[in-house]
């Protein structure tokens, strides 16, 4: 079972070997930090699950460490005396790994590029081994996946935790945001206060569900590292009644430090997050295709047609009659639950008119963009929709003539070639959109291109 549930930072600061004097300008984090260690002392869990951002980490997988020990020391930090080793319990990792393949939920073993421990594996311990050591380890890393596959994942472990009928405790490990001020890490983004402020909300009061509604490009204006961390622990305690306790929130550093509590109190059935979350989309989904006019009609029509049988919708005869007449490139763009799912587009016109375009394009996107696996039918209830209808592109002579909200970027040096459409989450400056552009086209960030602008008409 389930016995307690922590939320903490990993500062290696507060580690006094590494500090030296400096732990005490976040001496509430320090002494909340003790708590949650004798809280876990008096606990004497069997098997402590702890979560990592800085284990390692793949896109669409979540790695879980494998063999009997892992061993690891703060010798990055200028403190290589100081040594963690634990035992990992290879009962709970078997068990989770065949929940998680029962569930085609991609965790697993695989995958092992470094056996060190991490900091934000050790940071946690280090408080821990002071008032208990005989336990085993679960180090669980992060994804890139949905905040709803980190939720689910949470599920499982807690899924494990009662099928082995042990004594366990949960160490969701993650710094808030990296930019609270200009002296920060990253500098400061005003994202980065509201990030804290708003995160602490919710973790202070256990209203798990609205982990599930942060904007993806919100946590990464933000610069936050424990999000998914968080996401995870709320999926284990789904369906249950938590008492929390909100010990400490510091940022002096410019890194947002946070330590809560959780008190598993019973079972609350109310308490399914990520159901109530999964019917707000449903909800929002079929409100937007309400919305959806003839472009957006078309390509989630020939996506929805491929994708359960494999071939090409034919045009419809109603459509506007631009869409017939008319020719562009059109780029089709698909995000689910919040996250792109598949871009594929044309700089130019290829098709004999905007709907064939859409037409190729929505195929493309949904099965062949190269960053993505192809959609599969169960997903496209899930599925939002957006078609960008390009103008034509022009030459300029240098990026102030470009403005991120309504003008895309071509950038072209020799052969090679990479485009940006305009007003995407989280690109803000000219800069990153000039960048990213170059990045897509294997440009180095410091040679020199010609530079192209064009407006679109965006379709949702």
């Known amino acids: 079972m389930i016995s307690g ?64 020990e892992g061993t690891g020391d703060f010798g990055q930090f200028r403190a290589p005396q100081v040594k963690i080793k634990v035992n990992y319990d290879t009962e709970f990792v078997e068990n989770l790994c065949k929940l998680a393949e029962a569930g085609d939920l991609p965790a697993g073993t695989e995958g092992e590029r470094d056996r060190r421990l991490d900091h934000g594996t050790m940071v946690p311990l280090y408080f821990v081994n002071q008032y208990w050591r005989d336990y085993k380890l679960v180090r669980i890393g992060l994804s890139g996946l949905s905040l709803v596959t980190h939720y689910e994942l949470g599920r499982r472990i807690r899924e494990t935790a009662e099928v082995l009928g042990r004594n366990i405790v949960v160490i969701a490990s993650g710094d808030l945001s990296h930019r609270l001020t200009e002296k920060g890490p990253y500098g400061y983004r005003e994202e980065g206060p509201k990030y804290d402020h708003r995160i602490m909300e919710v973790m202070g009061s256990g209203d798990f569900g609205r982990l599930l509604e942060f904007p993806e490009d919100f946590c990464e204006k933000a610069g936050e590292c424990g999000h998914r961390s968080f996401t995870i622990m709320a999926g284990v305690l789904d369906r249950t009644s938590v008492q929390v306790k909100r010990l400490s929130y510091e940022g002096p550093f410019g890194v947002g430090y946070g330590v809560c509590i959780y008190e598993i109190c019973g079972r609350d059935l109310t308490r399914n997050f990520k159901e109530q979350y999964e019917e707000k989309e449903r909800e929002r989904i079929r409100k937007q295709r309400a919305r959806e006019d003839d472009y957006v009609g078309l390509a989630r029509a020939v996506i929805e047609e491929y994708v359960c049988t494999g ?30 799912r598949g871009c594929i587009g044309t700089i130019q016109a290829v098709q004999p008119s905007i709907a064939e375009e859409i037409r190729e394009n929505a195929v493309s996107a949904s099965m062949k963009d190269p960053r993505f696996s192809p959609i599969e039918p169960d997903e496209l209830e899930k599925l939002s929709v957006s078609v ?27 052969y090679r070639r990479g485009l940006l459409l305009p007003n995407l989450d989280g690109v803000d400056t000219v800069d990153e959109q000039v960048r990213i552009a170059k990045q897509k086209a294997g440009i180095g960030a410091q040679e020199d291109v010609e530079l192209e602008r064009f407006e679109v008409v965006r379709h949702y």
Do not use: C, W
Request: proline share 8%; glycine share 8%.
């Open 5 to 68: 549930v922590f939320m903490v930072p990993h500062p290696p600061l507060i580690i006094p070997e590494i500090g030296r004097g400096e732990e005490e300008n976040i001496q509430d984090t320090v002494d909340a930090y003790h708590e949650v260690g004798r809280r876990i002392g008096d606990l004497k869990p069997e098997t402590i699950v702890l979560i990592s951002p800085h284990q390692i980490m793949y896109a669409d997988y979540f790695h879980i460490s494998p063999g009997d």
């Open 311 to 340: 071939k090409k919708k034919e045009i419809p005869k109603n459509l506007p009659k631009e869409m017939y007449t008319q020719r562009a490139g059109v780029f089709v763009s698909i995000k689910k639950e919040g996250q792109l």
């Open 388 to 414: 960008d209808v390009l103008g034509e592109t022009e030459k300029i002579a240098s990026p102030a003539q470009l403005d991120v909200k309504r003008y895309g970027v071509v950038v072209t040096k020799g």
